[in-house]
């Protein structure tokens, strides 16, 4: 099964900056766009931002200035740097891979990773 694993989030202070990482796993052919989703306290999961496999980027409307995508095809993983945090930043913040292909056979769609809550503190 097609895993995406998320690392980093956590407790943190207004204006300190972090970045989450999601790394997909297992064998793995190709991946297609991957993103980020924030869900907040209204429980939608809102874009953030895509990155495709040629570096191109969609901001979506959760994203703020502060919110930077990026993405190593070699490791397989995407990630985004938030700077100056702010409360409202707060949620759940989810990775996804629009495709994800095992093998040149096979493909999954819309695949998730397990969620990483970020909580900024005042």
């Known amino acids: 099964q097609p895993q995406l694993v998320q690392s980093g989030g956590g407790m943190v202070q207004a204006g300190d900056s972090l970045r989450l990482s999601c790394a997909a796993s297992?064998?793995?052919?190709?991946?297609?766009?991957m993103g980020w989703y924030l869900q907040g306290p209204q429980q939608t999961r809102e874009l953030v931002a895509t990155?495709?496999?040629?570096?191109?980027?969609n901001y979506g409307s959760a994203a703020k200035s502060r919110f930077t995508i990026s993405r190593d095809n070699a490791k397989n993983a995407v990630y985004l740097d938030i700077t100056s945090l702010k409360p409202e930043d707060t949620g759940v913040y989810y990775c996804?891979?629009?495709?994800?292909?095992?093998?040149?056979?096979?493909?999954?769609?819309?695949?998730w990773g397990q969620g990483t809550q970020v909580t900024v503190s005042p």
């Open positions: 990155i495709a496999v040629d570096g191109r980027t």
């Open positions: 297992g064998t793995i052919d190709s991946i297609g766009v």
């Open positions: 996804n891979a629009d495709r994800f292909s095992p093998s040149a056979t096979l493909t999954y769609r819309n695949v």
